[in-house]
């Protein structure tokens, strides 16, 4: 006797296209559908016999006898979806600009009947369920983030990634072209400038030039106007004759004067200064060491109010010497970049050729089709991907390919295939999940300049991958709908939807890819921008045109750090905006972050204490100021959320009652409705 009896045979048309492996991703309704495990039994001989209606066949919806429960059942071969009760007829919606079936009419009822029992809510037939309930089980990743939180963000769709899948040779190989000219920007800096390479500015410069980079390569700037990067070129500037610090001592202050001096002199007898712009350097040189021979005895803040005269009266001078060398400095850096992108580029294009594809034009969407946020897709396929290692080690797990070797905390390794499940659909077996986190991890461990045998980087860079405290994220979640960060990335997010920098490795742990391109229409987000001032500039300006163009409820909850010196454009810009609502300061050292590299570091190096102010603004139109209004209540419990030690008492009390329910972060019961 056959295992499967089927009761009617029709021809199927199913409703999406066949798949290949990989080039465009399916909708969430189709992860993880069980296979059902099918009884056998002879075909419904007796009782009450119907069809199944037409539109529910073309579904994919064929009807089988279950011996073991004595009744019939419905089971998809297109889905593997099994149940106990008649589908229902599902609308048709296009899985990937529309996952969720949002701008599909509603469903129609199904159709009843004839000498049936009224119909009973449908369910999945699983055992588990059967035995305990639907809400026996639930999966709940433990760390510092809420994977579950559902999405209140609606975007208006757009045009799938250009970008090559995540590979592994492909990113050693870019890796080391972009190490490269991290080490070209400082030897060109010592040999034309007789300085080291600025501290940061090559991270600063590479998020700079990604603002207006229109090119074909996610890391390596490759189409960007102006050429000059304003940015690295203001930095050099910066440390020319010398780089300034503040000195500890008197007598560290009185070195840092004379050797200001000595360069300043060098600088304009070695280049072709102008004579007048010699001359005032000259003599104010001259009268410096005139100063300093004839001087006993003085202070500390005599050198320095010394060293400030003789800056402000040599440093106009001194920029206008040395301006065509700087450019030449800025202008090579960014040529190099292009010729990298372009090598980069053509290896990706080999390995497809070898495949069978190819890399695909830029595409653009001109669409007002309202969509749930969802993840970036790809426009091809991906290709086979080499093995990588997986080598477990305690408490880590140590992810190799070709000898480089790169660690990750096992509880964020869960984290990230937790997030692989909620948002990759081309890879249900895992298979290139272990790959395609180590491209991940190798992207931004370059990005960042991060020594690959210590995990460590400055402290400039581990602030740029900072992230807000468990306690503030959950304060913000509650007391004002946030579901969403706009600059995160799959190691420190902590909600399951985010922008972040890379689209191409990003998303297949839930990125939505970059937050300026990001085309929102209603949500409520919180935003904490790397400390790039121009990247800061750009995500306000775009903050402001989406609220202008938004009649349904927007919000943002921008933090950014309380720089007043040099003039911070970007933060003027936000604390003059015409949809600013509230604004609260969080003085320096009354509040921690978390640690930029808390991937790999123990629990307790995560919180650091934040040596600058922060300045906390919430920008929002209309409806989204009535339904997120930043009441006084509602503020005072985030900045009670803030307050340094919140996250340790909130491990505290969920080590001693980890039945209970929520958090307990504020002190204050705040409610959203």
């Known amino acids: 006797m056959n295992e ?53 066949q073309q579904q994919g919806w064929k009807k089988f006898w279950s011996k073991r429960e004595n009744r019939p059942y419905f089971w998809n071969k297109l889905t593997g979806e099994s149940l106990w009760e008649m589908p229902v007829i599902k609308p048709q919606f296009d899985p990937i600009t529309d996952p969720l079936g949002i701008c599909a009419p509603p469903p129609t009822a199904p159709i009843p009947l004839a000498h049936t029992a009224p119909p009973v809510p449908i369910m999945k037939r699983r055992a588990s369920e059967e035995v305990a309930g639907p809400n026996a089980k639930k999966f709940i990743l433990a760390g510092p983030w ?7 963000v609606i975007i208006l769709e757009r045009a799938p990634c250009f970008y090559m899948h995540s590979h592994p040779e492909v990113e050693a190989y870019r890796c080391s072209l972009l190490t490269k000219l991290r080490q070209s920007y400082q030897e060109v800096c010592h040999s034309r400038e007789s300085i080291d390479a600025p501290k940061d500015s090559f991270n600063r410069w590479l998020m700079e030039r990604k603002v207006i980079d229109t090119g074909y390569d996610p890391l390596l700037p490759s189409n960007c106007y102006p ?11 910066n440390d020319i004759p010398i780089k300034l610090v503040r000195p500890k001592f008197t007598g560290d202050a009185r070195k840092q ?27 104010n040189v001259d009268e410096t060491f005139q100063w300093l021979r004839k001087t006993v005895g003085a202070t500390y803040d005599d050198f320095q109010d010394r060293l400030s005269h003789l800056k402000q009266q040599c440093q106009p001078h001194l920029s206008e010497t040395v301006k065509t060398s700087v450019e030449g400095i800025c202008l090579k850096i960014y040529n190099l970049s292009v010729e990298h992108a372009k090598k980069v580029r053509d290896k990706s294009s080999a390995i497809l050729k070898d495949h069978g594809m190819e890399l695909p034009p830029p595409m653009t969407i001109h669409t007002t089709r309202k969509v749930w946020c969802y993840p970036v897709q790809f426009a091809i396929g991906c290709p086979r991907l080499p093995v990588v ?24 390794l869960q984290k990230l295939e937790h997030l692989y ?15 395609r986190v180590w491209v991940m991890l190798k992207r931004y461990a370059t990005f960042l300049g991060v020594n690959p045998s210590s995990n460590t980087a400055s402290s400039d860079v581990q602030d740029t991958q900072q992230s807000l405290p468990v306690t503030v994220f959950e304060c913000l979640n509650r007391a004002f709908g946030v579901t969403f960060e706009c600059f995160a990335s799959p190691l420190n997010c902590y909600f399951k939807q985010y922008c972040s920098a890379f689209a191409d490795c990003d998303s297949y742990f839930g990125s939505r890819g970059s937050f300026l391109k990001l085309k929102a229409v209603s949500g409520s987000f919180e935003a904490n921008p790397p400390y790039s001032e121009e990247l800061m500039e750009a995500s306000v300006n775009h903050m402001e045109r989406l609220l202008s163009d938004s009649p349904e409820p927007l919000s943002f909850i921008v933090f950014m750090p309380d720089y007043r010196e040099p003039t911070p454009n970007a933060l003027i810009r936000l604390e ?5 609502r509230k604004q609260v300061t969080i003085p320096a050292y009354e509040h921690e972050f978390r640690h930029g590299f808390q991937h790999v570091l123990s629990k307790s190096e995560l919180n650091v204490r934040s040596v600058q102010g922060t300045v906390i603004v919430w920008l929002q139109n209309t ?37 209970r329910q929520g958090s307990t972060s504020d002190a204050k019961d705040v409610v959203v409705h």
Not at 227 to 237: G, K, Q, T
Not at 264 to 273: D, F
């Open 421 to 435: 499940r909620h948002s990759c659909f081309d890879d249900r077996k895992f298979e290139l999940f272990i790959p």
């Open 257 to 283: 004067l004379s050797r200001y001096a000595e360069a300043a002199k060098k600088i304009m007898e070695s280049r072709n200064a102008e004579a007048e712009s010699r001359k005032v350097v000259k003599w």
């Open 4 to 56: 499967e009896i089927e009761i009617k045979e029709e021809k199927i048309i199913p409703i999406w296209p066949p798949l290949d492996p990989g080039p465009i991703q399916m909708p969430p309704s189709h992860l993880n559908m069980p296979v059902p495990n099918i009884p056998q039994g002879p075909p419904l001989s007796q009782g009450v016999e119907y069809e199944l209606p037409l539109e529910i």
């Open 576 to 580: 003059s905006s015409q949809f600013k």
């Open 389 to 412: 290692e997986y080598l477990p080690d305690r408490d880590q797990a140590m992810l190799r390919f070709q000898g480089d070797t790169l660690a990750i905390n096992s509880s964020h």
């Open 146 to 152: 809420d994977l579950d939180v559902p999405t209140n």
């Open 227 to 237: 050429e000059i990067s304003l940015s690295m070129y203001r930095e050099i500037m």
């Open 623 to 659: 409806t989204g100021h009535q339904r997120w209004e930043p009441s006084e209540d509602r503020v005072q419990a985030l900045l009670e959320a803030f307050r340094p030690g919140r996250e340790r008492e909130r491990d505290r009390q969920e080590l001693l009652s980890p039945t």
